[in-house]
Nanobody, 123 residues
Framework: QVQLVESGGGLGLAGGSLRLSCAAS????????MGWFRQAPGKEREFVAA????????YYADSVKGRFTISRDNAKNTVYLQMNSLKPEDTAVYYC????????????????WGQGTQVTVSS
């Protein structure tokens, strides 16, 4: 079992930055690849970024590539999402998730989810 709690959301300005954190409980955190997803009102949950258990590989949606950076600190059981050059279209609830099996890009590949944190970007 892994429990995930996101933090760091809030109001940001277009062109600005926010940093999200996802704290995990459970001794097996370091064995999980982790992902960030987001869901805007009226839209499906979509992939944002993922990182392997060791942190050696990362994956990004085209819409955030070059602006967002995913990282992790296994000693702190925490995964981060640094969001730079924010755009109003980044407004969404952001979720972190623990990967179970399959493609990193798909929601069904993850079996543990946090409660989400709201990110709102104003222009």
């Amino acid at each position: 079992q892994v429990q995930l709690v996101e933090s760091g959301g809030g109001l940001g300005l277009a062109g600005g930055s926010l940093r999200l954190s996802c704290a995990a409980s459970g001794r097996t955190f370091s064995s999980y690849a982790m992902g960030w997803f987001r869901q805007a009102p009226g839209k499906e949950r979509e992939f944002v970024a993922a990182i392997t258990w060791s942190g050696s590989s990362t994956y990004y949606a085209d819409s955030v590539k070059g602006r967002f950076t995913i990282s992790r600190d296994n000693a702190k059981n925490t995964v981060y999402l640094q969001m730079n050059s924010l755009k109003p279209e980044d407004t969404a609830v952001y979720y972190c998730a623990a990967h179970y099996s399959g493609s990193y890009y798909y929601v069904p590949s993850y079996d543990y989810w946090g409660q989400g944190t709201q990110v709102t970007v104003s222009s």
